[in-house]
């Protein structure tokens, strides 16, 4: 049993990427009467790929996750503006109403509230560290009422910093007045979780959500791999072994 326990959110708690690919197909479909001659799956397929270019960028990311509304709009009017469709406020509504269905969408995996009373049952302390905006997390953790599970919660856009920022970590380990030795860090993203973790010495448990398995480019250099000490599909299955 850990000393203590850093959990990220999305994909490690909610589901948050899955409700994405169904979610971009139903809010342009509702608008399929306003594309002309282009049909809506060639619609969805230039959102993706000016949605894929912005995220690759890490700093377009980071500036990105702290205002998705104004990221989404620029991304679908990008695409608008390629396929040579009229914007007339279409790409506010698509956005619009992405987010809103996106939100409806989200959901707990399957065993993550059992998993997290269990440790709370045995007395292991939490944190939450989450990146994004404050309003977003913040609405996540009270939709799904999360808070009380929590001794520490850090969300990126009120501490100031976020993954992979060290100081986000140290802060935690200090706030749970726990050393990285015997402290787990549970999270689906090799280099904002596993990688800083693995270096300042935490045990590191990768969410593989998706079951994919380590990708092959999962490096910090080509000579350093991005290796978690333990890796899961759930974290249901921390209190299943």
């Known amino acids: 049993m850990p000393s203590a326990i850093f959990f990220d959110l999305d994909d490690t708690?909610?589901?948050?990427?899955?409700?994405?690919?169904?979610?971009?197909?139903?809010?342009?479909?509702?608008?399929?009467?306003?594309y002309g001659a282009t049909d809506a799956a060639t619609v969805v397929a230039?959102?993706?790929?000016?949605?894929r270019a912005w995220w690759s960028d890490p700093e377009r990311h980071r500036l990105g996750r702290l205002d998705l509304q104004t990221t989404r709009f620029r991304n679908v009017a990008d695409a608008l503006?390629?396929?040579?469709?009229?914007?007339?406020?279409?790409?506010?509504?698509?956005?619009?109403?992405?987010a809103q269905l996106r939100t409806e969408a989200?959901?707990?995996?399957?065993?993550?509230?059992?998993?997290?009373?269990?440790?709370?049952?045995?007395?292991?302390?939490?944190?939450?560290?989450?990146?994004?905006?404050?309003l977003g997390q913040r609405n996540k953790i009270e939709r799904f009422d999360l808070a009380g599970f929590f001794q520490c919660i850090l969300i990126e856009g009120e501490f100031g910093v976020g993954k992979p920022?060290?100081?986000i970590f140290h802060h935690a380990l200090e706030a749970l007045s726990t050393e990285p030795a015997s402290t787990w860090m549970v999270g689906d993203n090799l280099r904002w979780e596993i990688e800083p973790c693995r270096r300042l010495g935490l045990h590191t448990v990768w969410v593989d959500f998706l079951g994919e398995g380590l990708p092959s480019d999962a490096t910090v250099t080509p000579h350093q791999p991005v290796?978690?000490?333990?890796?899961?599909?759930?974290?249901?299955?921390?209190?299943?072994?």
């Open 46 to 51: 230039t959102i993706d790929r000016h949605s």
């Open 81 to 98: 503006a390629q396929l040579g469709i009229a914007d007339n406020g279409l790409a506010r509504r698509i956005a619009d109403t992405y």
């Open 106 to 134: 989200l959901h707990l995996f399957p065993g993550a509230r059992e998993t997290l009373e269990h440790f709370r049952d045995a007395g292991v302390p939490m944190a939450l560290l989450t990146n994004g905006d404050s």
């Open 165 to 167: 920022d060290e100081k």
């Open 13 to 34: 708690i909610l589901n948050f990427s899955g409700p994405a690919d169904a979610a971009w197909r139903e809010t342009v479909a509702r608008y399929d009467g306003d």
């Open 227 to 241: 290796i978690p000490h333990q890796i899961v599909n759930n974290i249901r299955e921390l209190i299943e072994a």
